[in-house]
């Protein structure tokens, strides 16, 4: 497509519920990062994928927070037994890749999720 | 540390006046520094960039920012201001692997 993807825009889930939350990046580009942004806490750096690898998920919050990449492109970040102050918007971003100017990252619409 | 600073959370300005929304940064090595703006409801648009070379740079939508390493600044500025830059601006550093760390934003108002 010709920008990032996020799906599904809107979730509503009931505390302890887990959620996936999906990410179709550019096509082409080999870096994908994830973000949360909350009221409390701005935007917030979770996980960075190069292809398939995640060579920096110092972001993520706690062992709830997991994400994989499949195939170099599309990803998933999945949240087990939700917590109330998991409710965020989560921005998918991509990039051609490493140095400089491939850095530049585009970013998707975000998912707000709400728990309930 | 590696972390971004704007200092002004709010800031008001008349429709035709001038705009600086201020930025500071830590970052250990060769910073590449961003400015994003996101309206109400919508994501992350870039306003322009600076990875290295002149240190005034141009961006979309009449913007422009001046990096000055002596400082550890990164200010955008707007000649005139529209009704429709009302918005929230956030000011980012990264490095190679493009990890992005943003400052907590500034909310531009506008008063017709």
């Known amino acids: 497509g010709a920008g990032v993807s996020q799906s599904p825009s809107n979730k509503v889930t009931e505390k302890g519920k887990d959620v996936e939350l999906r990410c179709d990046p550019i096509?082409?580009?080999?870096?994908l990062y994830w973000y949360r942004q909350s009221l409390g806490q701005g935007l917030e750096f979770l996980i960075y994928?190069?292809?398939?690898?995640?060579?920096?998920k110092s972001g993520l919050p706690s062992d709830r927070f997991s994400a994989e990449r499949t195939g170099g492109s599309v990803s998933t970040l999945t949240i087990q037994r939700t917590q109330q102050e998991d409710s965020a918007v989560y921005l998918c971003?991509?990039?051609?890749?490493?140095?400089?100017?491939?850095?530049?990252?585009?970013f998707g619409q975000g998912t707000r999720l709400t728990v309930v | 540390a590696q972390s971004v600073t704007q200092p002004d959370i709010h800031i008001t300005v008349s429709e035709g006046a001038s705009l600086e929304l201020r930025c500071n940064y830590s970052?250990?090595?060769?910073?590449?520094l961003f400015w994003y703006v996101q309206s109400p409801g919508q994501g992350l648009q870039l306003l322009l960039k600076?990875?290295?070379?002149?240190?005034l740079v141009q961006g979309i939508k009449g913007f422009e920012a001046e990096f000055k390493r002596s400082q550890s600044s990164f200010n955008l500025r707007k000649p005139s201001v529209h009704w429709s830059d009302a918005a929230e601006y956030f000011c980012?550093?990264?490095?190679?692997?493009?990890?992005?760390?943003f400052g907590q934003g500034t909310t531009l108002q506008v008063k017709p």
């Open positions: 971003a991509s990039s051609l890749g490493v140095g400089r100017a491939n850095t530049e990252a585009f």
């Open positions: 096509s082409g580009h080999t870096a």
């Open positions: 994928f190069q292809g398939n690898s995640a060579p920096d």
């Open positions: 970052y250990g090595a060769t910073p590449y």
């Open positions: 600076y990875f290295s070379g002149d240190t």
């Open positions: 980012a550093v990264s490095g190679n692997t493009g990890k992005l760390i």
